[in-house]
């Protein structure tokens, strides 16, 4: 089975802060995937990453980064976090192929005070 | 750019009625079709996917979907509704050339009363 990790289920977060959040998988999937899920709008790509060190923007990539270092490692980067960016954020793996389906991690949900 | 339209945001049926979840999509070529199942506090786990073939597919828990490329439709279906299908719903459609991630859906929460 594929499984996909993400460091944290909660977090709790000042604004103004640097925050990470970490997403990892174990089936050696090239592409990974962050996106934020809001009630109404359903999930919104951040990033994508292809492979390791390679990445491109989503549809929502504004106050956010991204960095893939190893390829079973994906982090979301919120340079200085605003409250508008309380959401949850859901990872994804998925083999190379746009054909393939998507395994998604359990969510982290982030507040920023 | 493709699209996805989800038009039923909260559907409540009665356990063991048969339920239909709508799906429309807007791309330009054979698309990669997937329907999404999130449980309260999940991540989402996928229930069926569409690529190619016959386009009446089976995936797990009993749900099917058809793909109609006239209506450019892909609806999800269950004959008989179980009190632990209650969950949101999310379709989402990928390219099969340009753009690499899956464009998903608003949702559909399911209610499922006793």
């Known amino acids: 089975d594929v499984k996909v990790t993400q460091s944290s289920r909660y977090l709790v977060k000042r604004t103004g802060e640097k925050v990470f959040l970490e997403c990892v998988q174990d089936?050696?999937?090239?592409?990974m995937f962050w996106y934020r899920q809001d009630p109404g709008l359903g999930l919104r790509l951040i990033y994508f990453?292809?492979?390791?060190?390679?990445?491109e923007k989503g549809d929502i990539p504004e106050g956010y980064s991204v960095s893939r270092e190893k390829k079973e490692r994906f982090s979301l980067i919120l340079e200085s976090a605003s409250t508008n960016q309380t959401s949850m954020y859901l990872c994804?793996?998925?083999?190379?192929?746009?054909?393939?389906?998507?395994?998604f991690g359990p969510g982290t949900r982030l507040t920023v005070t | 750019a493709q699209s996805v339209t989800q038009p039923d945001i909260h559907i409540t049926v009665s356990e063991g009625a048969s339920l239909e979840l709508r799906c429309n999509y807007s791309?330009?070529?054979?698309?990669?079709l997937f329907w999404y199942v999130q449980s309260p506090g999940q991540g989402l786990q996928l229930l069926l996917k569409?690529?190619?073939?016959?386009?009446l597919v089976q995936g797990i828990k009993g749900f099917e979907a058809e793909f109609k490329r006239s209506q450019s439709s892909f609806n999800l279906r269950k004959p008989s509704v179980h009190w632990s299908d209650a969950a949101e719903y999310f379709c989402?459609?990928?390219?099969?050339?340009?753009?690499?991630?899956?464009?998903f859906g608003s949702g559909t929460r399911l209610q499922v009363q006793p």
């Open positions: 994804a793996s998925r083999r190379m192929g746009q054909a393939n389906e998507q395994y």
């Open positions: 089936m050696d999937h090239e592409n």
């Open positions: 990453s292809y492979d390791v060190k390679m990445k």
């Open positions: 791309y330009g070529a054979t698309p990669y």
């Open positions: 569409y690529f190619s073939g016959d386009t």
């Open positions: 989402a459609v990928g390219a099969s050339t340009g753009r690499r991630a899956l464009t």
